[in-house]
């Protein structure tokens, strides 16, 4: 997760942070259930979705882990995310990991207005000084 999240560390992450997902079928109900309600189309994409990762990593000779968020300085409970999902794919024989992982953020009224429009006439008097 270092690597994926320059800059933020993993280091300290304690096992019990992580979870052994039973079965593929239960991980693909969990994103798919997630990603249905916010990508549009995305039973549209989803087979091919699942057939890119089978490709890369055999998801029938994988070990699934669920990485859970809520510890201290993770990018998935910074301010702005309504949820998240981090799942690790480990195929031993292959000796591959595939992580995969997705974080939907709120999106912002302010983001789109103008320093103006956001501080109205607070703004308009500092630049007249």
Not at 51 to 66: H, T
Not at 99 to 125: H, T, V, Y
């Amino acid at each position: 997760m270092n690597a994926s999240f320059q800059d933020y560390d993993f280091s300290n992450t304690k096992s019990d942070a992580f979870s052994l997902v039973p079965d593929f079928e239960t991980l693909t109900k969990l994103v798919d259930s997630q990603l249905s309600a916010t990508v549009t189309n995305y039973y549209e994409i989803k087979r091919a979705l699942w057939a890119e990762v089978d490709k890369v990593i055999k998801i029938n000779e994988c070990k699934l882990y669920s990485y859970r968020t809520g510890y201290t300085g993770d990018p998935f409970g910074e301010d702005g995310v309504m949820w998240s999902f981090t799942y690790f794919f480990h195929n031993k024989s292959l000796k591959r990991i595939l992580f995969m992982s997705c974080r939907a953020f709120r999106a912002d009224p302010a983001q789109n207005l103008s320093a103006e429009q956001i501080w109205g006439d607070s703004c308009k008097k500092s630049s007249l000084e």
